[in-house]
């Protein structure tokens, strides 16, 4: 009896990309690599921004500073999106299409009555 040999999905292709954050250097890897450098310069700028306002030269402590304030973002904006920050756009969406739609029926009786 013969097994019908299993195709196993290709791998992505991972690259490697160095980049810098608070001036030590990394090598990542990745599928994207301008999205893993835009990232490393995301985090770079939080370190730096938290940098500035502390006293705090410890890079360790900067780091976790920087993941805590970019945490608290994730969850502001997931908190947000969970409770009606879609359905605020689909509300004012719905809106305007209604608004557009009756643009255009006046339009077009406007057009009519003055074809007649």
Not at 11 to 31: C, H, K, M, W
Not at 42 to 53: H, L, N, P, S, Y
Not at 65 to 70: C, K, Q, R, S
Not at 73 to 84: D, I, Q, R, S, W
């Amino acid at each position: 009896m013969q097994s019908a040999a299993k195709e196993q999905p290709a791998a992505p292709v991972t690259n490697s990309v160095r980049v810098e954050i608070f001036d030590q250097a990394y090598n990542l890897r990745g599928t994207v690599p301008e999205y893993i450098r835009r990232l490393a310069e995301f985090v770079d700028g939080k370190m730096r921004v938290i940098a500035e306002q502390t006293s705090t030269v410890d890079s360790l402590r900067l780091a976790v500073l920087a993941a805590l304030n970019i945490a608290d973002e994730y969850h502001l904006m997931k908190h947000k999106l969970e409770n009606g920050g879609i359905s605020d756009y689909a509300a004012r969406t719905q809106r305007l299409a209604g608004a557009l739609d009756e643009v255009l029926v006046e339009e077009k009786r406007r057009v009519g009555e003055c074809s007649a």
